[in-house]
Nanobody, 123 residues
Framework: QVQLMESGGDSVQAGGSLRLSCTASRYFYCLGWFRQLPGKEREGVAS?????????NYGDSVRDRFRISRDVVKNTVTLQMNSLKPEDTAMYYC??????????????????WGQGTQVTVSS
């Protein structure tokens, strides 16, 4: 059974940093982070595809502030979030896929999801 377990969500003030981690039960070519507010569509934040060399994708609103990384031995993916803003407040989900050629930031490309971890940024 595939499992994705997120951790690291917290409440911080604007300008602060958080580090989210996700541990997968096995290796996946694609690992990504998405976020969602109640009543809103899930938004792609960052992803990494390991098909030889790593390919990274970032959402426009986080490109200069967040960094995704993975440890293929430990089957973990980490999202380092810096310069957090109130608009970064959301439930953050880890996602995984075995899609050849990459998965990007399209939620439909990811069949496996974690339970989510809440990030709250106050002004």
């Amino acid at each position: 059974q595939v499992q994705l377990m997120e951790s690291g969500g917290d409440s911080v003030q604007a300008g602060g940093s958080l580090r989210l981690s996700c541990t997968a039960s096995r290796y996946f070519y694609c690992l990504g982070w998405f976020r969602q507010l109640p009543g809103k569509e899930r938004e792609g934040v960052a992803s990494v595809y390991s098909g030889g060399s790593n390919t990274y994708n970032y959402g426009d609103s986080v490109r200069d502030r967040f960094r995704i990384s993975r440890d293929v031995v430990k089957n973990t993916v980490t999202l380092q979030m810096n310069s957090l803003k109130p608009e970064d407040t959301a439930m953050y989900y880890c996602a995984a896929a075995d899609r050849g050629g990459g998965c990007g930031l399209f939620a439909a490309n990811y069949p496996y999801w974690g339970q989510g971890t809440q990030v709250t940024v106050s002004s």
